[in-house]
């Protein structure tokens, strides 16, 4: 995102307007000329919106047996009326983000490229590929650019951003990017988490933008016309035809999208019939092996790990430099107890073997004062690497203090050669869950691709670093350090021994997990604090 951090509050203050229903005539100008001249602006509302309809639902879930009164009936009449106000906000910021593609051409398929994972093969049932030489192995990595064609039988594809599509052969997909696929031909179900919204499917003759919702498009072999069919929640579609408007489709809704023009699906009934039938997918997601810290530990300075299927156990946490007393270290956290940095003191574990050259996920929950200055804008968590082409380097989790490199505030992860900046402003003292997944690489000039997690949803892309950044080659003191598979929280790392810069605020739920943690584990992980199904 551009948006400054003025920006940022005042899109945030209009948005809490719109999602209460207390915007006046200036503020709904304001707005209005926010969603008609920036991208970023569109994103950050569709967003709030998103996550606003999301907790409304919650609460609303959460509103058990029958109202008694007229004070719960008031109530729940005020839940529907949010709920679908922020149901038809949502749906016009989409379609307004939508107009800038109008006067777009169909996509222009390109070559895979080789440096970017975006995707998995998550799942399959009596899969045939057309090409026997695909294989179809658990977990499978997609590239960006792949192609995907299946002959018959079932195969799912998760995509990092959470978004869900189970193919039906014969079919074709084209995978483009971590938020957009392109079906080429065939028939797809898609299902998206509210953390997917804004993902996008494109077809010959239409775009199709994700609101939160389960949907299926049908696009035959000659890509003269596509069905989409809303199963649950709603969707923007889009027709190329320069002749045609922007439609929302909600639930039971469908239409076909042909180059003669739109119109509804003859037989919309009966495919609503086949396609409530389930089919059962084989997954292939191992349960992965993890080490976890809650620092619910009441006093003391030493805080417990408990591990789950690791060959190798971490250490107990251990604060140090801390001064006169520990006591001020411990804080109520997001669940339980929760570990206080003050920008003086910083803490560390051993954990040998995890990090060698192999996928893994960092989780934890982090909450940043709004008075958070930039001159403790450094690592909530830190570690060393041997890269084969990098000798020793550090890695660094923390938030962006470089106005040049993204915006203020914002999740950032600085790795070798390069590092990803997020959207979401966490100086706002409140508790944000965070994952940053790394995959190492044997390339040269990207040998980490990390992808970066807020609240659960995928944000921020790789940037690479720019010359005399802080990536230092083999010393044999940094060489121990990152042998010793040492984690570090609170402080930044130099080239043999831990700087002076420091973070201030507080951490709570520290896990790592030996795999690449897929978008839905993430989630799950934030909602109840569990690996596990």
């Not at 893994?360 to 830190?382: C, E, G, N, Q």
């Not at 940037?463 to 040492?486: E, Q």
Request: proline letters at 5%.
């Amino acid at each position: 995102m551009s948006l400054t951090d003025h920006d940022i509050l005042e899109l945030n203050e209009l948005c809490n307007a719109a999602v209460e229903g207390s915007t006046d005539d200036q503020q709904q100008a304001a707005l209005a000329n926010w969603l008609q001249t920036s991208d970023d602006a569109r994103r950050f509302y569709v967003r709030s919106l998103a996550l606003s309809a999301s907790l409304c639902s919650y609460a609303g879930e959460m509103q058990t047996g029958e109202a008694d009164g007229a004070h719960h009936a008031a109530g729940g009449k005020r839940w529907k009326w949010m709920l679908g106000f922020m149901a038809i906000a949502a749906c016009l910021a989409v379609i307004v983000w939508l107009a800038s593609f109008k006067s777009a051409t169909a996509p222009k398929l390109a070559l895979a490229d080789d440096t970017e994972f975006v995707a998995q093969l998550s799942g399959a049932k009596d899969c045939l590929w057309r090409d026997p030489a695909f294989s179809a192995e658990p977990g499978k990595q997609i590239r960006k650019g792949q192609q995907l064609d299946i002959a018959s039988g079932f195969a799912e594809v998760t995509f990092d951003c959470g978004a869900k599509i189970v193919l039906e052969g014969p079919a074709s997909l084209h995978v483009d990017s971590a938020w957009k696929a392109t079906l080429d031909r065939g028939t797809l179900k898609a299902s998206l988490p509210p953390e997917a919204m804004g993902f996008k499917i494109t077809s010959s003759t239409v775009d199709v933008v994700d609101n939160g919702t389960e949907f299926t498009m049908f696009s035959d072999a000659a890509g003269a016309a596509t069905e989409v069919l809303v199963l649950k929640g709603e969707v923007s579609a889009w027709p190329r035809l320069p002749a045609d408007q922007a439609v929302v489709l909600r639930q039971k809704d469908s239409r076909r999208f042909a180059t003669s023009g739109m119109t509804h699906v003859a037989d919309s009934e009966q495919k609503f019939v086949d396609l409530s039938k389930e089919v059962q997918i084989e997954h292939y997601a191992p349960p992965p092996g993890y080490a976890h810290w809650s620092f619910d530990e009441p006093r003391g300075n030493v805080f417990k790990a408990l591990t789950s299927d690791l060959p190798q156990k971490p250490t107990d946490a251990t604060v140090e430099n801390v001064f006169p007393t520990s006591e001020h270290i411990h804080v109520r956290g997001h669940l339980g107890n929760a570990l206080r940095f003050d920008g003086q003191h910083y803490a560390r574990a051993e954990f040998p073997g995890v990090f060698e050259n192999a996928p893994h996920t960092i989780v934890f929950w982090v909450k940043i004062p709004r008075d958070a200055s930039l001159s403790s804008a450094y690592a909530m968590v830190a570690r060393l690497v041997n890269s084969k082409v990098l000798g020793s380097h550090p890695i660094h989790i923390a938030w962006n203090r470089n106005a040049d490199e993204g915006t203020l505030g914002v999740l950032r992860t600085d790795y070798g050669r390069g590092f990803a900046v997020g959207e979401t402003p966490l100086r706002d003292g409140r508790w944000h869950h965070i994952a940053v997944v790394f995959v190492p690489r044997d390339d040269s000039e990207s040998p980490v691709e990390v992808k970066q997690y807020v609240d659960g949803r995928l944000e921020g892309e790789g940037h690479p670093s720019r010359p005399g950044s802080n990536v230092f080659s083999y010393s044999p003191k940094a060489a121990d350090l990152s042998n010793s598979g040492t984690i570090w929280l609170g402080c930044r790392l130099g080239i043999d021994d831990v700087r002076n810069e420091r973070f201030r605020g507080e951490f709570d739920e520290l896990y790592i997990a030996d795999r690449a943690l897929e978008q839905q584990e993430i989630v799950r992980l934030m909602n109840s604090n569990r690996l596990e199904e």
